[in-house]
């Protein structure tokens, strides 16, 4: 439906007065790429397999879909409820349009697609290998290999409808680019890497990412989100993993670990940095960064505000309440707790469907996006509020 007219001009106005700091967007679809933050299906398509990963089981999907989806939650994900908060469907998986998206419609392929997998890395996954880490999962796969998929379905697409459809689709389109890259850090840091190979780790990943969000540019796409990375410090599995007895380490105010976090917020920054330098490149074009880091500390610094009475307890465990890495929960030893609503971690390293709503809500309000981010979609704000 179009904005009414008067709406329209209020929109247009408010677009010209902030366009410095705003990003106004009326959008068709998204694009996603991604991880297990953000994977609404695609490994789901490999549950078949000798050996299912965890989240082909319940408790997963538990709190939403009453069975699992392939979510890495027990109930929706972010990009869930900022796809809802836009009066879009659910982001489908690219491997839920048949093999290759080939054959796929223009018309279809104007909907959007998500091609984040459970597991993905923002580097190859030989680097790993060729650097001995061998706990990378054999169902990853590269942003490269999504961003493949992605040209593929395009390719096939654009090559049998005119040059203007595939232009509107992709500047009508949300591209969200993760978040991607948490998982090369954690399987350098789950096989005990030190800190000094990993800080050597990030400018890599950051440059991946800001390749790819070139290559997206160069196609002709107008709006791209690009999340940075969760406070690892404040994630129950690392701080199960780097437990200390030294109570300088952590962070009086939320229990998180400083040093972890701090990490990741030189991924953050590092991150902000290279989307800087494309924006100087590429200014007509609108690349937001999406602060995850202190959407989530928001949360972590004032818990009861919010509702939840568990901050590093996780819901989803094992018979020993144990939650090491590759994580317990969907096994068939697995414990649950009675209410997923009151904690924030849901099995250790993913979150529930209760915080990532609380999260995309204030994302989609404006808050932690560089520059601001306002919708001008008919009734988002009451699509927003209504979110159940
Ligand atoms: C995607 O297609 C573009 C050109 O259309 C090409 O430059 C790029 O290398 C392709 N990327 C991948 C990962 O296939
Ligand atoms: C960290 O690991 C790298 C690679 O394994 C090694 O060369 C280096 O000596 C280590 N540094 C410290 C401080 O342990
Ligand atoms: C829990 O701990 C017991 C005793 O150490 C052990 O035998 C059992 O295998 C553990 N369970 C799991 C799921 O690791």
Known sequence: MAPSIPLLHLAIAFAFAFSVHCVVGRYTSIFNFGDSLSDTGNLYYTCSS???????????????????TGRFSDGRVILDFIATSLGLPLVRPYRSVGLGGEGISAQDFGKGLNFAVGGATALDVSYFEERGIHNVPSHA????????????????????????RCRDIFKNSLFMMGEIGGNDYNYFFFDNRNITELTSLVPLVVKQIGSVIMELIELGV????????????????????????????????????KWLNQFSKYHNEQLQQELKRIRALHPHVH??????????????????????????????????????????????????????????????????????????????????????????????????????
């Open 222 to 257: 107008d709006t791209i989100m690009v999340p940075g990375n969760l406070p690892i410090g404040c994630l129950p599995i690392y701080l199960q993993v780097y437990a200390t007895s030294n109570r300088g380490q952590y962070d009086p105010q939320n229990g998180c670990l």
């Open 287 to 388: 690349l937001i960064y999406a602060d995850y880091f202190n959407a989530v500390m928001h949360i972590l610094n004032a818990p009861k505000n919010f509702g939840f009475t568990n901050l590093h307890q996780v819901c989803c465990v094992d018979e020993n309440r144990s939650y090491y890495f590759p994580m317990p929960c969907g096994l068939p030893s697995t414990i649950v707790c009675d209410d997923p609503s009151k904690y924030v971690s849901w099995d250790g390293l993913h979150l529930t469907e209760a915080a990532y709503k609380l999260i995309a809500t204030s994302l989609m309000q404006g808050s932690f996006m560089t520059p601001q981010f306002s919708i001008l979609q008919q009734n988002s704000s009451t699509k927003l509020l209504q979110l159940q």
């Open 141 to 164: 796969v590269s942003l490269r290999i999504q961003l493949h998929w992605f040209n593929k379905t395009y390719s096939s697409v654009c090559a049998s409808s005119p040059s203007s």
């Open 50 to 68: 000798p050996n299912p990963a965890h989240v082909c089981f319940l408790p997963y999907g538990e709190t939403f879909f009453h069975r699992p």
